[in-house]
């Protein structure tokens, strides 16, 4: 799986422009800032690779916290309307925020159990407009 | 009323007393006696009247009655909407504390909003239905076995199997439908005990659907599952691995860019061509231009051979009057003797010159 695409120097602090300002933003090998960020942060709502990050160690390291800290900028426009997986992604993203989370995650139970209930959520919440059919 | 009625009293009396009077008088008169039945009718009639007018009354009083009920009522009724208002009014509405920041958007947004991500949070149809049909069958077997089973974890599975998700994980269940196994011990056969006194499902809810191994083989869209979330193949595809393969290759991706870098390639490389192009045309100029000036010279010294041949031909008379054509094809021999002779006259000329 593909490592963070942040450096623990990283002098990042504001959020990167949103597509459309007009700014001509520098590339990170060949994507912005904005995209790369975009990607990672609804890559968070997977729990597989939480788990993947948790075993790296990195949910343990300040940069890293820090910059999940950062990331939140995801759940204020004009960046909310970007994330296509808002649920899990947000979810997650919150979440994070909690030390006591990002040191369960290391757990393949938990792990299991968000899957399993993440894609049964997914599923369950557009039943009512769909008939059964027996 | 009461003079009315009074009246046809005293008149029936009046009657009547002079009736008697005839009478006592032995004169009785058969129009005194037709009076008092005249009187009495009327009477009669009054008193109808009498009874008639007592009824209205009595309805009058009952309907004044009725109204002023009503009127009771409503009054209790726009007095308790008054107090209702006043206790609605005076209510204080709970001021609920600002759970975050509330940002605006238009429906159009909205709406775009949900077209772009229905692709990733909406899972396909078939999903939901089916697991629809689990929850119906679960619930079935639940009333039906009176298990206490709790909703299994494993019901957004694709393809529900009925029986084996209230069996999962008692492996004797499963495989023993005959009641009471004696095999297993302890918890295991407490666990299974419930399970095997239910009867298997019936058969003719199957007779229709496909068995479950056949199913996989047959569905295109049997095991398919739906991630609300980016899978790990999306990942590996996106721009973060593009980003760790140019780490990996010691490369600083800081404003690499593989489209600039392939734009900047090509570029380079049609340069190269085209200084090669220009080259080459270049080269061909340069030798077109030598061969163009070769024969320009070429054509010179023939017009300067030709004009000589006339000057030499207009000297030497009308024998040389061949032409020019005759000159130059006439081989070298000829010509040498010409110019022999041209030489004379040019040794006479320059003479003459000096």
Request: aromatic share 6%.
């Amino acid at each position: 799986m593909a490592s963070d695409p942040m450096s623990v120097n990283s002098s990042a602090r504001e959020p990167p422009a949103a597509p459309g300002s007009g700014a001509d933003e520098p590339k990170y090998g060949g994507y912005t800032r904005f995209e790369l960020e975009l990607e990672f942060v609804q890559a968070l709502g997977n729990p597989l690779y939480l788990n993947h990050l948790a075993s790296r160690k990195l949910l343990s390291n300040p940069a890293f916290v820090a910059y999940l800290d950062y990331l939140q900028y995801w759940s204020r426009p004009p960046y909310l309307k970007y994330l296509t997986y808002p649920g899990p992604t947000l979810k997650n993203l919150e979440l994070l925020q909690q030390e006591k989370f990002r040191q369960d995650i290391i757990s393949p139970d938990l792990v299991e159990r968000m899957r399993i209930e993440g894609m049964k959520a997914g599923i369950d919440w557009h039943k009512e407009s769909f008939p059964t059919t027996a | 009323m009461d003079k009315y009625l009074d009246a046809r009293f005293e008149r029936v009396e009046k009657a009547l007393a002079t009736f008697i009077d005839s009478i006592a008088k032995y004169n009785p008169s058969e129009k005194l006696a037709e009076d008092l039945v005249a009187a009495d009718r009327e009477l009669a009639l009054s008193l109808k009247e009498l009874e008639r007018h007592q009824n209205n009354h009595a309805r009058i009083m009952q309907l004044r009655q009725e109204t002023v009920a009503l009127d009771q009522q409503t009054k209790d009724i726009i007095g308790g909407l008054w107090n209702m208002r006043k206790e609605v009014k005076t209510t204080p509405a709970t001021q609920y504390p600002a759970t975050g920041p509330k940002y605006k958007f238009t429906t159009h947004e909205l709406l775009n909003y949900a077209k772009r991500i229905s692709r990733t949070t909406l899972p396909p149809t078939h999903l939901i239905v089916e697991s629809n049909n689990l929850d119906a069958q679960q619930q079935l077997q639940n009333q039906g076995g009176g298990g206490g089973q709790p909703m299994d974890l494993d019901s957004a599975a694709p393809t529900p199997m009925p029986g084996t998700t209230t069996a999962a994980g008692t492996p004797a269940a499963s495989a023993a439908p005959t009641p009471a196994p004696s095999g297993p011990s302890g918890p295991s056969t407490a666990a299974a005990a419930p399970f095997s006194q239910q009867p298997p499902p019936p058969p003719s809810a199957n007779q229709t659907a496909l068995p479950h191994d056949l199913k996989t083989h047959i569905d295109p869209l049997a095991g398919f599952q739906f991630h609300p979330w980016p899978t790990e193949d999306k990942v590996r595809m996106g721009g973060m691995a593009a980003y760790q393969s140019l780490i990996s290759r010691a490369m600083d991706p800081k404003g690499y860019d593989p489209e600039e870098e392939e734009r900047r390639k090509k570029e380079e490389e049609e340069a190269r061509k085209e200084a090669e192009e220009r080259a080459i045309r270049e080269r061909e100029e340069e030798e077109k231009r030598m061969r163009e000036e070769r024969e320009r010279m070429a054509r010179e010294r023939e017009r300067a051979r030709r004009e000589e041949a006339e000057r030499s031909g207009s000297i030497s008379g009308p024998s040389a009057g061949a032409g020019p054509g005759a000159v130059s094809s006439s081989g070298s021999g000829g010509g040498r003797s010409q110019f022999t002779f041209l030489d004379g006259m040019d040794d006479d000329d320059d003479d003459d010159d000096d």
